[in-house]
C-alpha cells in the first residue's frame, strides 16, 4: 500500500483527501489544507459525488482545527443537499459540541435517538457528550445502556473499559477486556489489555492471570517487537516471583514456568534492542538484571 | 461506504460491454445473402478490329463476331453491352482433351463494317457468315443493343473476278432512311430500309474486278451512291447508282497509266467525295502504282486522268478528308516512310503538303480525328505521335505499352469545325497491342481504362489461394497492379455488425474464408500470364508477358503449380522453364533452354512436381519432365530451379530401388492416333538404389503395364482424368438406408476414354466387362431390324493408369459427338447425342468396392473385406453400377463441386446452351436411383429418388443466373475454407464468370438470410443504455443511503 507520504508528494488534493478518508487518518491539518478550497471556493461540484464525503472530512477537521467558518461553510452545504439526513444531524451536534454548547448538542442527539433509535451512531455521540462534559458516570452509564442494544459492538465495551479504568474499577474493566477476548480471541492486543488490568490488580492469582494472557498475547504475536507484552511478562513474573502466598508444591512448579517466560521475555528484549536500537541494550540489561537480581529462580 | 463499489461494478459492465463491442467486429461472419451479390462476369470481345468514336460511345467490333457498345467516359472500361453475331450454321469442329481448342480452328462471322446510322440511332454492322459465305446487316439500338432488325443476303451471285482474293469486302452508305449495302464480292448493292431493313431495291451488278470504296451521294434528287473499284481493263471506274434507278450509270472511268493493283492484294483503290454546290461532286481517287508513286484522278474536271502526285509510297491506311473547301478534295496519305502528306484537288491542281514528317522505323498505323492525325511510333518506345492537320505541328505523344496493332481515336462529344483549338485533352486515344490490350488514353496521357481482350483466348487456368504479401513488399516489376485488398477502417467494421453487409465489407472477410483466389490465366496466342483476383469483380492483379520461345513462334507454354510458385514450361524451339510468384509476379528462377531437340510436341511431354528432400522452404523447386517421343526409351530432364539435367530413362527393372518422395510416382503414355485406337502404357519412376547407372542420373523407369483397345478402329473423342484433390478428400463409403456400407472404388489413377466407331456393334471380347444400357439394346434391335447398316457406336472405357488394366467398358448406340466427360471421385458422368432419339443423354458410372453389412461393423466384429490401396492389389474389378438420363438442353462442358472436406453433397455442374451452368444434384444423377415403385422402407431412408429419365433444369438451381456465358468451354471449381462454399470460374469463348456455390442448398456454416441485424443491434444499444442507466440509479441510491 502507498505511504501517505508519497500520497502527499504528489499534491493532488483529491487523492490525499480520499487516501486520508479510506485510511482513517485523522490528519486535520492537511485535510484542511487540501480540502477547504472544495468548500470555500466552491471547487466541489468537480468531485462529483464524492464532495459530500470531502464536505464532511473537511466539516470534522476544521471542527478539530477551530475552524469554525470553514466548518459552517461544509455543514451548509451538506445541510443544503441532505436536509433530513441524521448523518448531518449528528455533524450538528458535534458543532454545537465544538462550539462548547452540551445543551444544545444533547438536544440534538436526543432527537435523533428518537428519530433514529437504531442508529449506532447517534448513541456513541451521546455518550461522548457525556464524557466531553467530564461526567464519567454518566458516560459509564449510557456506554452500558448502550451495550444492552448492541452487545457486539466491540469498540463500545473496549470505551466502557477504559472508562472502568478511568473510574478505577479495575475488575469491571477486566470483565469489558473479557468479553473482548472472547469476541475476538485471536487479537493479541486485547489479551495485552487484560492483562495489564489483571497485573494492575495484583495477587498471586490475578497476576498468573495475567501473566496467562500476556502469554497469550506472545503466542498471537510473535517476534520481538511485542514489546508492551514483553515489558508486561517480565514485570508480572517478578511480581509472582516475589510472591509470597503459595503452597510448596505449587512455587516448585510455578517458579520454573515463571522463569521459563521471564527469560523467554527478556530473550526477545534483548534480541529486538540488539537489532533495533542497540545503544539501548546495555540500559536495558541493566534494568532486567535489576529484576532479576531480586528473586534467585529468575536468575537461571 | 457501499456505492463506490456500486459505481465501479457499474463502470466494469459497462467497459465490458463496450468491449464486446469492439471485438465483434474482428469476429468475421459471412452471410447467406452474400451469394449472388459477389459472383462477377467479365464480357469479352477478342481481337478489335474496328472501332469507331460516336459522342461519348465507342462501337467496337472484334473478329470473333462480337460488336459491342462501351462508353469513353467510364472507367472501369465495362461493355454497355455486347452481342455476339451467331453463324448461320453449325461447323463441326474436332474436339480436344477437355473440350479445349485453338481459336484459329473457331470459324466466326467477320464484321467488315461497323457505322452508327445518325438518324436512327442504330448500330449497324455489315457482316460475312463464313460458314455460308453470305452477308449480313444487322442493326442493333444504340442504346440497350436490341437487335432491331437483321438481313442476310445469300451468296447467290457471282464472283467479281478471279483475281479477287479479300473476299470479305464489303461497304456501307448511310442515308437518312435507307442503308446501302455493297457486296464487295459480288458487286451488289442492296438498299434496305433503315427502320426495318426490309429491302428496298437491288442494285443490278456492277461490272468491276473488285469494288473497293463506295460514297453515298446525297445532293438534291441524286440520292444514291458512287461505287468505285477496278475494271477489268485494270483501270479505276466509278459508277452512279441512284436509289430507285434501274441501271447503274458509270459516270466515269480513269486509267493510271502505271497504276494497277499492289501485289498484297489489299483493296489499293480509294474515293474520297464530298457533295459540293450546284449537284457536283468532287472526287478523288487514289491508286498506288506499283513504282511506289501514287496517282490520282478527278472525276469532276474535264481532263482529269492523267494527274499525279508525287509519290509518297504505298497506302496502308484510308483517311477520309473533311476539307470544308467546295468544288475540292484532299486526303490525307500515310507513306510507307512513316510521313502523312495531305493531298488537295482544288481547280484542277493537286497540291500536297507534308502533315507529318517521316518517321523510321514506323507502324503501318495511323488514323485522323477531327483536327488531328494519330501515327503510331516505336522510337521511343510504342506509342502514338499527334499531330495538327492545319500546320502539321506535333502536339503530343501517348505513350504506348507494347507494339500498337490498331489505332482509333475521337473526341469526346464529337467535333464540330469551329472548334480547332484548345481542345487536345479531349481527344481520346484507343490502341490495341499485340497482347490483345484495349487502352483508352486520353491526349495528356491518362488512362481512361484498360480492357484485357487476350482474356478470349484462354488456354490453362489455375485457381490458387491468396495470401497477401507482407506489409512492405513491393509489387514493382508488374504492370497493371492494381490495389489488391483495401484495408477497411474501423467504423466500416462497426457498421458491418449493425448492418446487412456490403460487397465493400466483403473485402475484409473474404480472405477469413479463403473465398479470395488468385486465377491464373495463360492467354495462348499472345502468351500472356494475367491474374486476376477472385474478389473485387475480377480485379487483374498483375500481367506478365511470357518470352517466345526460341525458335518457334507462338509457343504453347503449360502451367503447374508448386508451392507458392507457378512453373511455366514453354515447349517451344529446346523449351524454357520460368518459376513466378503466385502473389506479385515475379521472377523467382528461369531455365533458358531445356535441350528439348528437336522440338516435342506437348502431348508427349509429362511434368512432375518433386517433393524438396530439404524442409527448408527456400530450395528450389525441383521439376522433373519426362519426353515420351521415343516409345522406347524415354528421355526426362531434371530442373531444380537453377539447372537442368538430363538422361535417359531406361525401360529394365531394377532390383532395390528408393520411391521418390512419399508416394511412388507412375506415369503412362497414352497414343490415340487419329487412325483410330488407342494404346496405353504405364510406368514407374524410381531411383534404383543398388547399382547407379550414373551417379549424376539417378532416375530409371520401368515398364508397368500395357492396354489397348479393342478394336483399331475405334476413335477416341474425349479422355478425362480425376481430379486427385477430389479422390483424396471423399468419403471412402456411402451409408445404405439401413446402416449397410456401400465401399465406393476411389483410384485417382484412373483414366475415362470415349471412343466411337462406326461399325456393327460386336460381341465385346469375354475379359472385358461390357453392359449394355436400356437405350443401347433398342438401338441394338433398331439396328438389326436396317438390316446391318453401319451403327455409329460410343464406347466408354475406364483404365487404370498405374496396372493398365481395363476396368470397366461400355457402348451406346447411334451415338455423335461431342462427347463431355468427367471423372469424380467413383463417378463418370459423360453426355452425348443420341443422333437416332434426337436427345441429349447423359450416362453416369459408379464403381463400387465392396459392401460392408449392416452388422459387419460394431465393436467386436470386423469386416471380412480388405480394403483395396493399390492398384496392385487383387485382380477383381470394381462392381459398376450404369445408367443414362435425357438432358433437355445440348451440354457444352461438365464439371463437379469440389470442397475443403469433402463432406458437402456432391453436385454437378452442366454447361449447356446457350452459355449457362446447371447445379445438379447427384442424387439425380445416381445410378442406384430405383425403377421399381413403391420404393422400400430403406430406399426411402437412404433418400433415393425413384428413376425418371428426364433430368431436370430448375431455373433456381442456374447458377448464371440470367448471364450468357458466350461459347461456354471449360468449368474450374476450387475449394474455399468454408465446407459449404465452392467457388466456380466459368470460362467461355467471350466470357468469364465466377461465383459462389453452395452444393448441398444448404449454406449450413454461414448466417441465415433471416439474421436480425436490427434486434441484435436494438438489444444491444438497449443494454449499453441499460447498464448506464442502472449504474446512474444505483450510485443514487447508495448516496440516499449513505446521507439517510
Same mark, same amino acid.
Given at each position: 500500500?502507498?505511504?501517505?507520504?508519497?500520497?502527499?508528494?504528489?499534491?493532488?488534493?483529491?487523492?490525499?483527501?480520499?487516501?486520508?478518508?479510506?485510511?482513517?487518518?485523522?490528519?486535520?491539518?492537511?485535510?484542511?489544507?487540501?480540502?477547504?478550497?472544495?468548500?470555500?471556493?466552491?471547487?466541489?461540484?468537480?468531485?462529483?459525488?464524492?464532495?459530500?464525503?470531502?464536505?464532511?472530512?473537511?466539516?470534522?477537521?476544521?471542527?478539530?482545527?477551530?475552524?469554525?467558518?470553514?466548518?459552517?461553510?461544509?455543514?451548509?452545504?451538506?445541510?443544503?443537499?441532505?436536509?433530513?439526513?441524521?448523518?448531518?444531524?449528528?455533524?450538528?451536534?458535534?458543532?454545537?459540541?465544538?462550539?462548547?454548547?452540551?445543551?444544545?448538542?444533547?438536544?440534538?442527539?436526543?432527537?435523533?435517538?428518537?428519530?433514529?433509535?437504531?442508529?449506532?451512531?447517534?448513541?456513541?455521540?451521546?455518550?461522548?457528550?457525556?464524557?466531553?462534559?467530564?461526567?464519567?458516570?454518566?458516560?459509564?452509564?449510557?456506554?452500558?445502556?448502550?451495550?444492552?442494544?448492541?452487545?457486539?459492538?466491540?469498540?463500545?465495551?473496549?470505551?466502557?473499559?477504559?472508562?472502568?479504568?478511568?473510574?478505577?474499577?479495575?475488575?469491571?474493566?477486566?470483565?469489558?477486556?473479557?468479553?473482548?477476548?472472547?469476541?475476538?480471541?485471536?487479537?493479541?492486543?486485547?489479551?495485552?489489555?487484560?492483562?495489564?488490568?489483571?497485573?494492575?490488580?495484583?495477587?498471586?492469582?490475578?497476576?498468573?492471570?495475567?501473566?496467562?494472557?500476556?502469554?497469550?498475547?506472545?503466542?498471537?504475536?510473535?517476534?520481538?517487537?511485542?514489546?508492551?507484552?514483553?515489558?508486561?511478562?517480565?514485570?508480572?513474573?517478578?511480581?509472582?516471583?516475589?510472591?509470597?502466598?503459595?503452597?510448596?508444591?505449587?512455587?516448585?512448579?510455578?517458579?520454573?514456568?515463571?522463569?521459563?517466560?521471564?527469560?523467554?521475555?527478556?530473550?526477545?528484549?534483548?534480541?529486538?534492542?540488539?537489532?533495533?536500537?542497540?545503544?539501548?541494550?546495555?540500559?536495558?540489561?541493566?534494568?532486567?538484571?535489576?529484576?532479576?537480581?531480586?528473586?534467585?529462580?529468575?536468575?537461571? | 461506504?457501499?456505492?463506490?463499489?456500486?459505481?465501479?461494478?457499474?463502470?466494469?459492465?459497462?467497459?465490458?460491454?463496450?468491449?464486446?463491442?469492439?471485438?465483434?467486429?474482428?469476429?468475421?461472419?459471412?452471410?447467406?445473402?452474400?451469394?449472388?451479390?459477389?459472383?462477377?462476369?467479365?464480357?469479352?470481345?477478342?481481337?478489335?478490329?474496328?472501332?469507331?468514336?460516336?459522342?461519348?460511345?465507342?462501337?467496337?467490333?472484334?473478329?470473333?463476331?462480337?460488336?459491342?457498345?462501351?462508353?469513353?467516359?467510364?472507367?472501369?472500361?465495362?461493355?454497355? %453491352?455486347?452481342?455476339?453475331?451467331?453463324?448461320?450454321?453449325?461447323?463441326?469442329?474436332?474436339?480436344?482433351?477437355?473440350?479445349?481448342?485453338?481459336?484459329?480452328?473457331?470459324?466466326?462471322?467477320?464484321? &467488315?463494317?461497323?457505322?452508327?446510322?445518325?438518324?436512327?440511332?442504330?448500330?449497324?454492322?455489315?457482316?460475312?457468315?463464313?460458314?455460308?459465305?453470305?452477308?449480313?446487316? %444487322?442493326?442493333?439500338?444504340?442504346?440497350?443493343?436490341?437487335?432491331?432488325?437483321?438481313?442476310?443476303?445469300?451468296?447467290?451471285?457471282?464472283?467479281?473476278?478471279?483475281?479477287?482474293?479479300?473476299?470479305?469486302?464489303?461497304?456501307?452508305?448511310?442515308?437518312?432512311?435507307?442503308?446501302?449495302?455493297?457486296?464487295?464480292?459480288?458487286?451488289?448493292?442492296?438498299?434496305?430500309?433503315?427502320?426495318?431493313?426490309?429491302?428496298? %431495291?437491288?442494285?443490278?451488278?456492277?461490272?468491276?474486278?473488285?469494288?473497293?470504296?463506295?460514297?453515298?451521294?446525297?445532293?438534291?434528287?441524286?440520292?444514291?451512291?458512287?461505287?468505285?473499284?477496278?475494271?477489268?481493263?485494270?483501270?479505276?471506274?466509278?459508277?452512279?447508282?441512284?436509289?430507285?434507278?434501274?441501271?447503274?450509270?458509270?459516270?466515269?472511268?480513269?486509267?493510271?497509266?502505271?497504276?494497277?493493283?499492289?501485289?498484297?492484294?489489299?483493296?489499293?483503290?480509294?474515293?474520297?467525295?464530298?457533295?459540293?454546290?450546284?449537284?457536283?461532286?468532287?472526287?478523288?481517287?487514289?491508286?498506288?502504282?506499283?513504282?511506289?508513286?501514287?496517282?490520282?484522278?478527278?472525276?469532276?474536271?474535264?481532263?482529269?486522268?492523267?494527274?499525279?502526285?508525287?509519290?509518297?509510297?504505298?497506302?496502308?491506311?484510308?483517311?477520309?478528308? *473533311?476539307?470544308?473547301?467546295?468544288?475540292?478534295?484532299?486526303?490525307?496519305?500515310?507513306?510507307?516512310?512513316?510521313?502523312?502528306?495531305?493531298?488537295?484537288?482544288?481547280?484542277?491542281?493537286?497540291?500536297?503538303?507534308?502533315?507529318?514528317?517521316?518517321?523510321?522505323?514506323?507502324?503501318?498505323?495511323?488514323?485522323?480525328?477531327?483536327?488531328?492525325?494519330?501515327?503510331?511510333?516505336?522510337?521511343?518506345?510504342?506509342?502514338?505521335?499527334?499531330?495538327?492537320?492545319?500546320?502539321?505541328?506535333?502536339?503530343?505523344?501517348?505513350?504506348?505499352?507494347?507494339?500498337?496493332?490498331?489505332?482509333?481515336?475521337?473526341?469526346?462529344?464529337? %467535333?464540330?469545325?469551329?472548334?480547332?483549338?484548345?481542345?487536345?485533352?479531349?481527344?481520346?486515344?484507343?490502341?490495341?497491342?499485340?497482347?490483345?490490350?484495349?487502352?483508352?488514353?486520353?491526349?495528356?496521357?491518362?488512362?481512361?481504362?484498360?480492357?484485357?481482350?487476350?482474356?478470349?483466348?484462354?488456354?490453362?487456368?489455375?485457381?490458387?489461394?491468396?495470401?497477401?504479401?507482407?506489409?512492405?513488399?513491393?509489387?514493382?516489376?508488374?504492370?497493371?497492379?492494381?490495389?489488391?485488398?483495401?484495408?477497411?477502417?474501423? /467504423?466500416?467494421?462497426?457498421?458491418?455488425?449493425?448492418?446487412?453487409?456490403?460487397?465493400?465489407?466483403?473485402?475484409?472477410?473474404?480472405?477469413?474464408?479463403?473465398?479470395?483466389?488468385?486465377?491464373?490465366?495463360?492467354?495462348?496466342?499472345?502468351?500472356?500470364?494475367?491474374?486476376?483476383?477472385?474478389?473485387?469483380?475480377?480485379?487483374?492483379?498483375?500481367?506478365?508477358?511470357?518470352?517466345?520461345?526460341?525458335?518457334?513462334?507462338?509457343?504453347?507454354?503449360?502451367?503447374?503449380?508448386?508451392?507458392?510458385?507457378?512453373?511455366?514450361?514453354?515447349?517451344?524451339?529446346?523449351?524454357?522453364?520460368?518459376?513466378?510468384?503466385?502473389?506479385?509476379?515475379?521472377?523467382?528462377?528461369?531455365?533458358?533452354?531445356?535441350?528439348?531437340?528437336?522440338?516435342?510436341?506437348?502431348?508427349?511431354?509429362?511434368?512432375?512436381?518433386?517433393?524438396?528432400?530439404?524442409?527448408?522452404?527456400?530450395?528450389?523447386?525441383?521439376?522433373?519432365?519426362?519426353?515420351?517421343?521415343?516409345?522406347?526409351?524415354?528421355?526426362?530432364?531434371?530442373?531444380?530451379?537453377?539447372?537442368?539435367?538430363?538422361?535417359?530413362?531406361?525401360?529394365?527393372?531394377?532390383?532395390?530401388?528408393?520411391?521418390?518422395?512419399?508416394?511412388?510416382?507412375?506415369?503412362?503414355?497414352?497414343?490415340?492416333?487419329?487412325?483410330?485406337?488407342?494404346?496405353?502404357?504405364?510406368?514407374?519412376?524410381?531411383?534404383?538404389?543398388?547399382?547407379?547407372?550414373?551417379?549424376?542420373?539417378?532416375?530409371?523407369?520401368?515398364?508397368?503395364?500395357?492396354?489397348?483397345?479393342?478394336?483399331?478402329?475405334?476413335?477416341?473423342?474425349?479422355?478425362?482424368?480425376?481430379?486427385?484433390?477430389?479422390?483424396?478428400?471423399?468419403?471412402? *463409403?456411402?451409408?445404405?438406408?439401413?446402416?449397410?456400407?456401400?465401399?465406393?472404388?476411389?483410384?485417382?489413377?484412373?483414366?475415362?476414354?470415349?471412343?466411337?466407331?462406326?461399325?456393327?456393334?460386336?460381341?465385346?471380347?469375354?475379359?472385358?466387362?461390357?453392359?449394355?444400357?436400356?437405350?443401347?439394346?433398342?438401338?441394338?434391335?433398331?439396328?438389326?431390324?436396317?438390316?446391318?447398316?453401319?451403327?455409329?457406336?460410343?464406347?466408354?472405357?475406364?483404365?487404370?493408369?498405374?496396372?493398365?488394366?481395363?476396368?470397366?467398358?461400355?457402348?451406346?448406340?447411334?451415338?455423335?459427338?461431342?462427347?463431355?466427360?468427367?471423372?469424380?471421385?467413383?463417378? &463418370?458422368?459423360?453426355?452425348?447425342?443420341?443422333?437416332?432419339?434426337?436427345?441429349?443423354?447423359?450416362?453416369?458410372?459408379? &464403381?463400387?468396392?465392396? /459392401?460392408?453389412?449392416?452388422?459387419?461393423?460394431? &465393436?467386436?466384429?470386423?469386416?471380412?473385406?480388405?480394403?483395396?490401396?493399390?492398384?496392385?492389389?487383387?485382380?477383381?474389378?470394381?462392381?459398376?453400377?450404369?445408367?443414362?438420363?435425357?438432358?433437355?438442353?445440348?451440354?457444352?462442358?461438365?464439371?463437379?463441386?469440389?470442397?475443403?472436406?469433402?463432406?458437402?453433397?456432391?453436385?454437378?455442374?452442366?454447361?449447356?446452351?446457350?452459355?449457362?451452368?446447371?447445379?445438379?444434384?447427384?442424387?439425380?444423377?445416381?445410378?442406384?436411383?430405383?425403377?421399381?415403385?413403391?420404393?422400400?422402407?430403406?430406399?426411402?431412408?437412404?433418400?433415393?429418388?425413384?428413376?425418371?429419365?428426364?433430368?431436370?433444369?430448375?431455373?433456381?438451381?442456374?447458377?448464371?443466373?440470367?448471364?450468357?456465358?458466350?461459347?461456354?468451354?471449360?468449368?474450374?471449381?476450387?475449394?474455399?475454407?468454408?465446407?459449404?462454399?465452392?467457388?466456380?470460374?466459368?470460362?467461355?469463348?467471350?466470357?468469364?464468370?465466377?461465383?459462389?456455390?453452395?452444393?448441398?442448398?444448404?449454406?449450413?456454416?454461414?448466417?441465415?438470410?433471416? /439474421?436480425?441485424?436490427?434486434?441484435?443491434?436494438?438489444?444491444?444499444?438497449?443494454?449499453?443504455?441499460?447498464?448506464?442507466?442502472?449504474?446512474?440509479?444505483?450510485?443514487?441510491?447508495?448516496?440516499?443511503?449513505?446521507?439517510?
Amino acid at each position: 500500500m502507498e505511504e501517505l507520504d508519497q500520497v502527499l508528494e504528489r499534491g493532488d488534493s483529491v487523492a490525499i483527501l480520499r487516501y486520508l478518508r479510506h485510511n482513517r487518518i485523522r490528519a486535520s491539518a492537511e485535510v484542511v489544507q487540501h480540502g477547504q478550497d472544495f468548500v470555500a471556493k466552491g471547487k466541489g461540484s468537480s468531485l462529483g459525488i464524492e464532495a459530500w464525503p470531502v464536505y464532511e472530512q473537511v466539516f470534522l477537521a476544521a471542527l478539530d482545527l477551530g475552524e469554525t467558518l470553514l466548518a459552517e461553510r461544509a455543514l451548509g452545504l451538506l445541510r443544503k443537499q441532505f436536509p433530513d439526513s441524521a448523518r448531518v444531524g449528528r455533524l450538528v451536534g458535534m458543532q454545537a459540541e465544538a462550539e462548547g454548547t452540551y445543551a444544545v448538542a444533547a438536544e440534538v442527539y436526543k432527537s435523533l435517538r428518537e428519530a433514529h433509535p437504531t442508529d449506532p451512531v447517534v448513541w456513541k455521540r451521546w455518550v461522548s457528550l457525556a464524557k466531553a462534559q467530564g461526567d464519567l458516570p454518566e458516560a459509564i452509564k449510557r456506554c452500558n445502556e448502550y451495550l444492552k442494544v448492541f452487545q457486539n459492538d466491540s469498540s463500545a465495551w473496549q470505551e466502557l473499559a477504559e472508562l472502568y479504568l478511568l473510574t478505577g474499577h479495575l475488575g469491571k474493566a477486566a470483565f469489558c477486556y473479557e468479553e473482548l477476548v472472547l469476541s475476538g480471541p485471536s487479537i493479541f492486543s486485547h489479551h495485552v489489555a487484560l492483562a495489564e488490568v489483571y497485573a494492575a490488580m495484583g495477587g498471586a492469582e490475578s497476576l498468573r492471570l495475567a501473566r496467562k494472557h500476556y502469554a497469550q498475547s506472545m503466542e498471537l504475536h510473535q517476534g520481538d517487537d511485542n514489546l508492551r507484552s514483553l515489558y508486561g511478562m517480565c514485570s508480572t513474573c517478578h511480581a509472582l516471583a516475589r510472591c509470597t502466598h503459595k503452597s510448596a508444591h505449587e512455587d516448585k512448579s510455578d517458579a520454573a514456568v515463571n522463569g521459563a517466560l521471564f527469560k523467554l521475555a527478556v530473550d526477545k528484549l534483548k534480541s529486538h534492542y540488539r537489532r533495533v536500537n542497540p545503544s539501548m541494550l546495555p540500559l536495558v540489561e541493566v534494568t532486567l538484571l535489576q529484576q532479576a537480581i531480586g528473586d534467585a529462580s529468575l536468575q537461571k | 461506504m457501499p456505492y463506490p463499489c456500486f459505481r465501479r461494478i457499474s463502470i466494469f459492465v459497462s467497459f465490458m460491454y463496450l468491449s464486446f463491442l469492439f471485438l465483434i467486429p474482428s469476429v468475421y461472419a459471412l452471410y447467406e445473402e452474400d451469394a449472388g451479390k459477389f459472383d462477377w462476369h467479365k464480357s469479352l470481345l477478342g481481337p478489335v478490329c474496328h472501332a469507331r468514336f460516336e459522342g461519348n460511345f465507342l462501337l467496337l467490333a472484334s473478329s470473333y463476331g462480337a460488336v459491342a457498345v462501351a462508353s469513353a467516359s467510364n472507367s472501369d472500361g465495362s461493355l454497355l %453491352w455486347r452481342q455476339v453475331i451467331p453463324l448461320a450454321a453449325p461447323v463441326a469442329l474436332p474436339v480436344r482433351d477437355g473440350g479445349t481448342m485453338d481459336k484459329d480452328e473457331k470459324p466466326a462471322v467477320k464484321v &467488315l463494317e461497323l457505322v452508327l446510322h445518325p438518324q436512327k440511332r442504330l448500330v449497324m454492322a455489315l457482316t460475312r457468315d463464313p460458314s455460308t459465305a453470305a452477308l449480313g446487316v %444487322w442493326a442493333w439500338r444504340l442504346f440497350d443493343g436490341n437487335l432491331m432488325w437483321h438481313v442476310t443476303v445469300p451468296a447467290s451471285g457471282v464472283p467479281l473476278g478471279k483475281r479477287v482474293k479479300a473476299k470479305e469486302g464489303g461497304f456501307l452508305a448511310l442515308f437518312p432512311d435507307t442503308v446501302g449495302a455493297v457486296d464487295g464480292e459480288t458487286g451488289e448493292i442492296y438498299f434496305l430500309s433503315a427502320v426495318d431493313g426490309t429491302r428496298i %431495291w437491288k442494285a443490278p451488278a456492277i461490272e468491276l474486278m473488285a469494288v473497293t470504296g463506295v460514297v453515298p451521294v446525297d445532293g438534291g434528287t441524286e440520292k444514291g451512291v458512287v461505287v468505285v473499284g477496278e475494271g477489268s481493263d485494270g483501270k479505276a471506274q466509278a459508277f452512279l447508282v441512284r436509289l430507285g434507278g434501274e441501271k447503274a450509270e458509270k459516270i466515269k472511268s480513269v486509267s493510271f497509266s502505271d497504276g494497277g493493283l499492289i501485289s498484297h492484294g489489299t483493296p489499293s483503290l480509294h474515293a474520297f467525295a464530298r457533295p459540293a454546290p450546284a449537284r457536283s461532286l468532287a472526287l478523288l481517287l487514289l491508286s498506288p502504282s506499283s513504282s511506289s508513286s501514287l496517282s490520282a484522278a478527278d472525276m469532276q474536271l474535264v481532263n482529269p486522268s492523267g494527274a499525279k502526285a508525287t509519290p509518297h509510297g504505298v497506302l496502308s491506311s484510308p483517311i477520309p478528308s *473533311s476539307h470544308p473547301s467546295s468544288l475540292s478534295a484532299s486526303c490525307l496519305v500515310l507513306s510507307d516512310s512513316g510521313a502523312v502528306v495531305e493531298i488537295t484537288l482544288t481547280q484542277g491542281k493537286f497540291m500536297q503538303r507534308l502533315v507529318a514528317p517521316p518517321s523510321s522505323p514506323s507502324l503501318p498505323l495511323a488514323f485522323r480525328a477531327g483536327p488531328y492525325v494519330l501515327r503510331g511510333e516505336e522510337n521511343q518506345g510504342p506509342g502514338v505521335e499527334v499531330f495538327r492537320v492545319v500546320d502539321g505541328q506535333s502536339v503530343g505523344r501517348v505513350r504506348g505499352r507494347r507494339s500498337l496493332r490498331g489505332l482509333w481515336a475521337g473526341i469526346r462529344g464529337g %467535333w464540330r469545325e469551329e472548334e480547332k483549338e484548345g481542345r487536345e485533352s479531349d481527344l481520346l486515344v484507343l490502341t490495341v497491342d499485340k497482347a490483345e490490350t484495349l487502352v483508352l488514353q486520353t491526349m495528356d496521357d491518362r488512362l481512361v481504362w484498360l480492357r484485357e481482350e487476350c482474356l478470349a483466348d484462354v488456354a490453362q487456368v489455375l485457381i490458387v489461394d491468396h495470401r497477401p504479401p507482407a506489409e512492405g513488399e513491393k509489387r514493382s516489376g508488374t504492370e497493371d497492379v492494381t490495389e489488391a485488398l483495401a484495408t477497411s477502417p474501423l /467504423f466500416e467494421k462497426l457498421l458491418s455488425v449493425v448492418l446487412p453487409p456490403s460487397p465493400s465489407s466483403s473485402s475484409v472477410r473474404d480472405p477469413h474464408f479463403g473465398l479470395t483466389k488468385i486465377l491464373l490465366f495463360l492467354c495462348a496466342p499472345s502468351s500472356r500470364l494475367i491474374a486476376l483476383l477472385s474478389s473485387h469483380g475480377g480485379t487483374i492483379l498483375w500481367t506478365r508477358d511470357l518470352p517466345s520461345v526460341e525458335g518457334r513462334e507462338g509457343a504453347r507454354w503449360r502451367m503447374v503449380q508448386q508451392g507458392d510458385e507457378v512453373l511455366l514450361v514453354g515447349e517451344g524451339g529446346e523449351g524454357l522453364a520460368i518459376w513466378l510468384d503466385i502473389v506479385t509476379g515475379h521472377e523467382i528462377a528461369s531455365l533458358p533452354t531445356l535441350g528439348l531437340t528437336p522440338p516435342a510436341p506437348s502431348s508427349s511431354l509429362l511434368l512432375f512436381p518433386i517433393a524438396s528432400s530439404s524442409s527448408s522452404s527456400s530450395s528450389p523447386p525441383r521439376l522433373l519432365l519426362v519426353d515420351t517421343r521415343n516409345a522406347t526409351g524415354h528421355r526426362a530432364r531434371f530442373l531444380d530451379g537453377s539447372s537442368c539435367a538430363q538422361g535417359a530413362l531406361g525401360g529394365r527393372e531394377a532390383g532395390t530401388e528408393e520411391s521418390l518422395g512419399d508416394r511412388p510416382i507412375f506415369y503412362h503414355t497414352l497414343s490415340t492416333p487419329s487412325s483410330g485406337g488407342a494404346s496405353l502404357q504405364t510406368y514407374r519412376l524410381f531411383k534404383p538404389s543398388s547399382a547407379p547407372s550414373s551417379p549424376n542420373w539417378p532416375f530409371q523407369s520401368a515398364v508397368v503395364g500395357a492396354s489397348s483397345l479393342p478394336s483399331p478402329s475405334e476413335l477416341v473423342v474425349s479422355t478425362a482424368y480425376p481430379d486427385v484433390r477430389e479422390t483424396m478428400t471423399a468419403p471412402s *463409403s456411402h451409408p445404405l438406408g439401413d446402416g449397410a456400407l456401400l465401399l465406393k472404388y476411389l483410384n485417382p489413377y484412373l483414366v475415362a476414354l470415349a471412343s466411337t466407331a462406326s461399325l456393327p456393334p460386336s460381341p465385346p471380347p469375354a475379359s472385358l466387362n461390357v453392359t449394355r444400357d436400356e437405350g443401347s439394346q433398342e438401338g441394338r434391335r433398331q439396328g438389326g431390324d436396317e438390316g446391318g447398316k453401319e451403327v455409329s457406336t460410343l464406347y466408354v472405357t475406364l483404365m487404370d493408369t498405374v496396372s493398365g488394366r481395363v476396368l470397366y467398358r461400355v457402348s451406346h448406340f447411334h451415338v455423335q459427338g461431342p462427347v463431355r466427360m468427367r471423372l469424380v471421385e467413383n463417378w &463418370l458422368i459423360y453426355s452425348y447425342w443420341n443422333c437416332k432419339a434426337q436427345r441429349t443423354e447423359i450416362g453416369s458410372i459408379t &464403381l463400387y468396392d465392396g /459392401f460392408i453389412d449392416r452388422k459387419g461393423l460394431g &465393436l467386436f466384429t470386423s469386416p471380412e473385406f480388405k480394403e483395396r490401396t493399390s492398384s496392385f492389389d487383387g485382380d477383381a474389378s470394381p462392381v459398376a453400377l450404369q445408367q443414362t438420363f435425357l438432358f433437355p438442353h445440348p451440354i457444352l462442358t461438365l464439371g463437379s463441386t469440389l470442397t475443403a472436406r469433402g463432406i458437402t453433397t456432391k453436385a454437378l455442374l452442366v454447361g449447356f446452351e446457350p452459355g449457362q451452368i446447371l447445379l445438379l444434384d447427384r442424387r439425380l444423377l445416381d445410378p442406384r436411383r430405383p425403377t421399381a415403385l413403391p420404393l422400400s422402407k430403406t430406399e426411402k431412408a437412404e433418400g433415393l429418388l425413384p428413376y425418371a429419365p428426364h433430368l431436370p433444369v430448375l431455373p433456381p438451381h442456374v447458377v448464371t443466373y440470367n448471364h450468357t456465358l458466350h461459347g461456354l468451354h471449360s468449368l474450374y471449381t476450387a475449394p474455399s475454407s468454408l465446407e459449404s462454399t465452392t467457388l466456380l470460374l466459368g470460362v467461355g469463348d467471350l466470357d468469364l464468370y465466377f461465383t459462389r456455390l453452395y452444393p448441398s442448398h444448404k449454406p449450413f456454416d454461414l448466417l441465415p438470410d433471416t /439474421f436480425n441485424h436490427v434486434l441484435v443491434s436494438l438489444v444491444l444499444l438497449i443494454s449499453v443504455v441499460g447498464v448506464g442507466f442502472l449504474g446512474k440509479a444505483a450510485q443514487a441510491k447508495a448516496l440516499r443511503e449513505a446521507w439517510a
